[in-house]
């Protein structure tokens, strides 16, 4: 098989990725680039980065309730201090319409249990105006390869229309196993409106 074959399903993914975009529909909370890394990081990722380091996290999402698509990308960094500062990470995630700055600090750290809470702001860039400011809780439990999580995410909109609510409350369950390289998860999410 030679090298551009085996190339051929990334390019595609690529150029998908970059292409679809122009084709998406607005879209808020589940489908952004925050919720994405909230819901990897529950499950697969660990709460922060590393001290001292940076992660950058790129995927593809297609939303079948909304029937749109969305290429969600984050940088995660954690300064390389000791601490308070080593347990807090600075995020920046975007996607086709939002950019979201978030800055999550581990108030509980143990071998099998953690909580972490965020700060966040949304900013919308695209086919909107005005900003989200809230937070959000994540409790996690992991054994063995097994991983349990919640989530509790609240924000508040400085400027409401119709696509962007007042007040937006998700809450979350997860389980995430990992087997090998690959870690199958599942979220279940509760979005609420008012």
Do not use: C
């Given at each position: 098989m030679g090298t551009a074959r085996r190339w051929r399903p990334l390019a595609l993914l690529l150029i998908f990725t970059i292409v679809a975009p122009a084709q998406v529909r607005r879209s808020i909370g589940k489908t952004s680039a925050s919720g994405v890394t909230l819901r990897k990081r529950s499950n697969v990722n660990p709460l922060i980065a590393g001290a001292g380091t940076a992660e950058l996290a790129w995927a593809g999402l297609y939303s079948f309730r909304q029937a749109s698509w969305s290429a969600p990308a984050s940088l995660r960094v954690t300064p390389a201090h000791t601490g308070f500062w080593s347990r807090t990470e600075l995020g920046l995630a975007s996607d086709t319409h939002t950019l979201s700055v978030t800055g999550t600090h581990v108030l509980v750290e143990r071998e099998h249990f953690d909580i972490a809470v965020a700060p966040q702001a949304t900013f919308f860039v695209r086919d909107g105006s005005g900003t989200r400011?809230?937070?959000?809780?994540?409790?996690?439990?992991?054994?063995?390869?097994?991983?349990?999580?919640?989530?509790?995410?609240?924000?508040?909109?400085?400027?409401?229309?119709?696509?962007?609510?007042?007040?937006?409350?998700?809450?979350?369950l997860g389980y995430g196993w990992k087997r090998g390289r690959w870690s199958p998860h599942v979220n279940l999410v509760r979005e609420v409106a008012t």
């Amino acid at each position: 098989m030679g090298t551009a074959r085996r190339w051929r399903p990334l390019a595609l993914l690529l150029i998908f990725t970059i292409v679809a975009p122009a084709q998406v529909r607005r879209s808020i909370g589940k489908t952004s680039a925050s919720g994405v890394t909230l819901r990897k990081r529950s499950n697969v990722n660990p709460l922060i980065a590393g001290a001292g380091t940076a992660e950058l996290a790129w995927a593809g999402l297609y939303s079948f309730r909304q029937a749109s698509w969305s290429a969600p990308a984050s940088l995660r960094v954690t300064p390389a201090h000791t601490g308070f500062w080593s347990r807090t990470e600075l995020g920046l995630a975007s996607d086709t319409h939002t950019l979201s700055v978030t800055g999550t600090h581990v108030l509980v750290e143990r071998e099998h249990f953690d909580i972490a809470v965020a700060p966040q702001a949304t900013f919308f860039v695209r086919d909107g105006s005005g900003t989200r400011l809230g937070a959000l809780a994540v409790v996690r439990y992991d054994h063995r390869d097994h991983t349990v999580s919640a989530i509790l995410n609240w924000t508040a909109a400085t400027r409401a229309s119709r696509g962007n609510p007042e007040h937006l409350a998700n809450f979350g369950l997860g389980y995430g196993w990992k087997r090998g390289r690959w870690s199958p998860h599942v979220n279940l999410v509760r979005e609420v409106a008012t």
